[in-house]
């Protein structure tokens, strides 16, 4: 439990800075037209998958998941909010990948800058950051 925790905390930074560079790669593409793909984009699908695994994971064996605590806020945030919002933030990033793949050139960039862009803001709204009090840390 533990280190799938370490692990889960740890790999936000890796989820945040693949899809950070993703985004960058995709605007520079789509403003000079650009061919072809980048890895990145897959990375960053890779790295935030591997995230929802441990997610679920986690979700069955902590103990900051129960339903019937939803007064308090720490445990809402576990049981719902958390879960809510990343899963919407990586069915984005899903979509994005799979639609770009069936297109080529700058719309190919541009669909995968807009879902990998709103994808990471609602992924920066859902982390337990120290600064919103629900008992997490930076690492
Ligand atoms: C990109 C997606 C995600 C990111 C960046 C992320 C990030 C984090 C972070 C930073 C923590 C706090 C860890 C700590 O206290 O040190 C956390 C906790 C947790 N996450 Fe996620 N998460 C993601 C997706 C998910 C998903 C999809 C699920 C559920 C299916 C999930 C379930 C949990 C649970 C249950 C905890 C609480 C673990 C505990 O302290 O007992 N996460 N997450």
């Known amino acids: 439990m533990n280190i799938l925790i370490r692990a889960h905390s740890g790999l936000r930074y890796v989820v945040l ?26 990375f960053a699908l890779i790295a935030t998958h591997t995230q929802m695994l441990i997610g679920f994971i986690l979700y069955f064996i902590s103990p900051k998941v129960d ?38 050139g700058a719309d190919k960039h541009r669909t995968v800058l807009y879902f990998y862009l709103l994808a990471l803001v609602i992924i920066l709204m859902a982390i337990p950051w120290p600064f919103r009090n629900l008992g997490s840390a930076w690492f």
């Open 17 to 42: 800075a693949l899809l950070i560079a993703a985004i960058f790669v995709a605007y520079s593409k789509w403003k000079s037209g650009a061919q072809g793909d980048s890895k990145l984009y897959l």
């Open 67 to 104: 339903f019937s605590l939803m007064k308090e806020k720490v445990f809402r945030f576990y049981t719902v909010e958390h879960i809510f919002m990343m899963l919407i933030a990586i069915v984005l990033i899903t979509v994005g990948r799979v639609r770009s793949k069936k297109l080529v």
